[in-house]
């Protein structure tokens, strides 16, 4: 009898687990006595499937059984090496400050047997290929992982050499009518209101949890669940709608980050809200919309209202901006705040991913090098194709490749840091001395560091955008993220600028000094310059040029879509070159630069080229 009434209260609020035995089965399996059949098992499923449900139903099952259970929230892990060693470390109640995995290994081998439980996997994207076959192999076989997400596993899990045989995947679906049924009892509705209700959600565990709040609330429950969203949020205080549209634009919600985009006077009071309702989540450092509810929610403000969007996005990175960025692992937490609320997929993917990606990127390992140099050959000159064959040969560990769902190598990407490039493996590369003039004319400071990033090249695309080179540009950010706060500026190369220009240069990339040339090719150097906030500065700087951008006054008589697609007609981009910079596809953009030239009505690009200099509209 030394618990208290909030304890009852809080147990009895608690939401029950319903229905699941199938794959409740399959995770018990993991808790067997004997040395079970799969070392790692994937949870996957739709947003509001109930995946983080099932997850904890798993960790009080290991505890009864008497299995150590590790904890970990894909939201709250910087997706490097060493925020996830960090987060494990911190979880484990390892005090070293940057731990290595040997440490983590240590502590684990002092227990029996471990369960290890990654929820919201699909953020951690850039780590897949380092866990898979840098860090999961180094555990002791004592230790068997449990990873949720939406998405299936990617295909080099099931294999990869060694794998195979290994994993298991448990696919979450819709609850069936039985246990629909007495999840909405427990919610208070049963008889024809709750089988209405069931009828549309279709045992859908985050749809039956809104219709049922609807319903009590006296209304119509019955529809998708973004009807059922509107329904719900229609039957709120407007203040409360307000907040609730503000954190569909920002990754957590705090009281300043609310008090920052709605004002003073009604901030507090919205906190409280939103921490009440059943869509929201607490967290250690604020509050979490449920994923599904902040994207309807969001897709929707955009549409009905984007400048109230553009708003409350300008107005969080600035509150964001004012602040210091705070020291230690809770850096990372900044850095997704700010990561968030970019539009620009080349950098947002890298976090909060739009889709599944379809190759998965790791480091090169030895038997990759033929593949990696035939892919140079196919693309590069000779001169280029030996001078990768000396960085590869003395500089293998800078290399990584993106391989397709059958294990083979589709694009590779070279990225090493200054200060640990061979000088002369440097020196005897020609397309590198704009960057070493640079840096004897601007050199940084003494704690500054630098990365070079020599090539990237897809198999069919050489290094024009793919599916295969854009998840090499992805994986680059996670080095971003393992080099701030000090990281300052990064160099490359590009042969064709005039494609890669429109997906480069608006996320800050500078033409630096004169095109090389090389066996009759020009190699055009650029440089990145972080700033003196490094990362987290420069993505400040790309979401207020985003939100900037959208406010331009528009060309008379045109929209300001039109006003963008003309801007880069009179910059000489191509239809492809539009569909990259403003995130569309190529189709799409033809379409818009022919409905641009009916409404100027002109016939050629030249001539719409012509009215925007009249107009004052600069090209670019």
């Avoid at 033409?511 to 009759?520: K, T």
């Amino acid at each position: 009898m030394t618990g208290t009434i909030a304890d009852r209260l809080a147990a009895g609020a608690a939401p029950r687990f319903f229905g699941r035995r199938r794959e409740v089965a399959a995770l018990d399996a993991l808790l067997a006595p004997s040395e079970p059949a799969s070392l790692v098992a994937f949870v996957h499923g739709p947003g509001g499937i109930g995946k983080t449900t099932l997850l904890g139903r798993f960790v009080d099952r290991a505890a009864a059984a008497g299995v150590a259970a590790v904890v970990l929230d894909g939201r709250d892990v910087e997706p490097t090496p060493r925020g996830f060693r960090r987060a494990m470390a911190t979880a484990l109640g390892v005090r070293q400050v940057d731990p290595g995995t040997a440490d983590i290994v240590r502590v684990l081998r002092e227990h029996v047997r471990t369960v290890l439980v990654v929820d919201t996997y699909e953020v951690l994207g850039l780590l897949d290929g380092w866990l898979r076959t840098r860090f999961l192999p180094a555990l002791p076989t004592s230790v068997v992982t449990v990873i949720a997400g939406r998405d299936r596993p990617a295909a080099a899990w099931h294999t990869a050499a060694g794998w195979t045989g290994l994993v298991a995947e448990v696919r979450l679906d819709a609850l069936d009518e039985v246990d629909a049924s007495a999840m909405l009892r427990h919610r208070g509705l049963d008889g024809d209101a709750a089988r209405r209700l069931n009828a549309f959600a279709r045992g859908h565990p985050l749809a039956l949890e809104l219709g049922a709040a609807v319903a009590r609330a006296g209304a119509d429950g019955t529809a998708v669940l973004p009807e059922l969203l509107d329904a719900f949020l229609g039957g709120l205080p407007a203040a409360t709608v307000t907040a609730v549209e503000a954190a569909s634009t920002v990754r957590r919600v705090t009281e300043p980050v609310l008090r920052a985009m709605v004002g003073d006077e009604h901030a507090g009071a919205a906190f409280g809200a939103l921490r009440a309702l059943p869509i929201t989540e607490v967290a250690q450092d604020g509050l979490l919309l449920h994923d599904v509810v902040r994207d309807t929610v969001g897709r929707e403000l955009a549409m009905r209202d984007p400048d109230a969007r553009r708003g409350y996005r300008q107005r969080a990175v600035r509150h964001y901006a004012a602040r210091p960025a705070p020291p230690g692992g809770r850096l990372w937490q900044y850095t997704a705040d700010l990561m968030f609320l970019i539009e620009n997929p080349v950098v947002r993917d890298a976090c909060f991913p739009s889709a599944r990606p379809e190759h998965s990127v790791e480091p090169a390992r030895a038997h990759d090098g033929p593949a990696v140099l035939a892919i140079a050959a196919r693309h590069e000159t000779p001169g280029g194709v030996r001078a990768l064959t000396r960085w590869w040969d003395r500089h293998p560990e800078t290399f990584a490749v993106a391989r397709g769902a059958d294990g083979a190598v589709a694009a590779f990407v070279q990225v090493v840091e200054l200060a640990a490039a061979a000088p002369d493996v440097l020196a005897a590369d020609p397309v590198t001395r704009p960057w070493r003039e640079h840096l004897v004319a601007s050199p940084p400071g003494p704690d500054d560091r630098v990365l070079l990033m020599r090539r990237w090249l897809g198999r069919d695309s050489g290094e024009l955008r793919s599916a295969a080179v854009s998840a090499c540009w992805l994986d680059v950010k996670r080095v971003y993220m393992e080099l701030r706060p000090r990281l300052r500026r990064l160099y490359s190369t590009v042969v064709d600028l005039a494609e890669l220009g429109p997906v480069f240069l608006p996320l800050g990339f500078a033409p630096v000094g004169d095109p090389v040339v090389v066996e009759g090719v020009a190699h055009q150097a650029v440089v990145l310059d972080f700033g003196p906030r490094s990362v987290d500065g420069w993505l400040a700087g790309l979401v207020e040029a985003e939100t900037e951008a959208g406010t331009q006054a528009p060309a008379a008589g045109l929209s300001p879509r039109e006003t963008q697609v003309l801007r880069l007609v009179a910059g000489g981009c191509s239809n492809r070159a539009i569909g990259s910079t403003l995130h569309i596809s190529e189709r799409t953009a033809s379409r818009h630069v022919s409905n641009l030239l009916l409404k100027l009505g002109v016939r050629t690009r030249t001539e719409a080229a012509r009215i925007a200099a009249e107009r004052g509209i600069t090209g670019g």
